[in-house]
């Protein structure tokens, strides 16, 4: 799921993301310093494209 993206209609991004099993993984056009900092105080791995 997009973090994000929320389509009218369609669960948001992170209700997406709080239902799924980790390990998780969350596309996002933001920048890493954008994200939310609860997610980045985890051992989180990140991949910049």
Request: proline residues 16%; charged residues 20%; without cysteine.
């Amino acid at each position: 799921p997009f973090l994000e993206v929320n389509d009218p209609g369609d669960p948001s991004g992170l209700e997406t993301l709080k239902d799924t099993p980790p390990p998780r993984l969350i596309k996002s056009h933001l920048p890493l310093a954008l994200l939310p900092q609860t997610l980045l105080d985890q051992k989180v791995k990140s991949a910049m494209v």
